[in-house]
Every structure is written in C-alpha cells, then in structure tokens.
C-alpha cells in the first residue's frame, strides 16, 4: 500500500489550491493522511481526487462535521500499526511518553504528525516517527515549494520518505529526500 502523507497546508490568500507538484508526488497513492491544520476544507476535496483522504484536527482548524477528520485516526496496514496527531510537540520526547500523551496509550509501529513545519523522519524504539513538513510552508511561514511524504507499506517492510517537491526521482537532487526503511 502506498501513502501520501502531508500536513500544515494552511494555504494563504495568494494560494488557491495545492501545488501540481503535490498531485504528481502523490500519483499511485491508495491512501492520503493529513497530519492537520487544513485550515480550507476544500484542500481535503482536492486530495480526495487523487486518493480516499483522512486527517487529523490541527489547532488552527474548524469543526466542519467532515467525517474524514477526527483528533486521532489509528489505522492498521498489511499487519503495522499507525497512529496519527496533530501535534506531538516536540517530537524527540520518549516514545513511550508520546504514545501515552498523545495515542491514548497505544503503541504503534508508525507515528504520524505534523504542527512543526519541519520535516522529521526517524526510526527509534521500533516506531517510524514521520512529521511531512509542510508543502506550502516549509520551516515556517515562507510560501514557497515544501515537503510531502510516502509511505510504501507491505506484510514485511516499511519504507518511509520525506519528499521535497520539485525533487522528486526523476528530477534534480532526489538525494536529498530523507528515507528510512524497516523490515519485520
């Protein structure tokens, strides 16, 4: 199964809708997760052409009733399980600490979040811990090209990327892209 995972969309006045870079970079997806602060309910309707969408409430968005966004989503994929919040911040705390805080206690096989801005991929205490960045906000509030993720996910392997749009495989530097893979 292939995932598509972006966050802290937020899209400014001058923005109207997602880069096209997005929708190439998430071309194939079955599935894509939205670590949250959507901020215009309609970005969800843009992703939702390219693949079924979900996402977590971020801090900066509305109650719109949409029955795709929920606090906490856990999803179980080809035998892993995945958990994904808004906010774990900050994200280098003990594991075990952000499953209880955050997960409700629930321990999973990849964490899944956003609210930083900053791209974070790492593997420790078992857990791929993915926060995508932002693909119009990277680092913060410059508007500018970002990062998304993909997770490529079988019975016996995860391998997880953060993607920096415009440098996808294929185009320059895909070296650069932060890419962690995991074997049961």
């Known amino acids: ?24 970079a998430f071309a194939g997806c079955d599935l894509i997760l939205h670590g949250g602060d959507i901020v215009t309910q309609g970005v ?10 979900l996402a977590a409430k971020g801090n900066n ?4 009733g949409d029955a795709r966004v929920k606090p906490i989503h856990f999803l179980d994929v080809e035998g892993w399980r ?5 906010d774990m911040e900050p994200e280098d ?4 600490y952000l499953c209880k805080q955050y997960l409700k206690g ?22 791929v811990q993915l926060n ?6 990277p680092r913060l509030w410059s508007t500018r090209l970002g990062t998304v993720g993909i997770l490529d996910i079988t019975r016996s392997r995860i391998e997880a990327t953060v993607v920096k749009l415009g440098e996808m495989p294929g185009l ?7 890419s962690v893979v995991v074997r049961s």
């Open 82 to 86: 995945l958990g994904m919040v808004h």
């Open 1 to 24: 199964m292939r995932i598509g995972l972006l966050t802290d969309t937020h899209l400014p006045g001058e923005v109207k809708e997602l880069w096209p870079e997005v929708r190439k």
């Open 132 to 137: 995508s960045g932002s693909p119009i906000h």
């Open 93 to 96: 705390r003990p594991i075990d």
């Open 106 to 127: 629930e321990r999973v096989d990849i964490m899944v979040t956003g609210h930083t801005h900053f791209e974070r991929l790492v593997h420790r205490d078992g857990v």
């Open 172 to 178: 320059k530097n895909p070296g650069q892209n932060l």
């Open 44 to 53: 969800l309707d843009w992703l939702e052409q390219i693949a079924p969408v």
């Open 61 to 64: 968005d509305w109650d719109w």
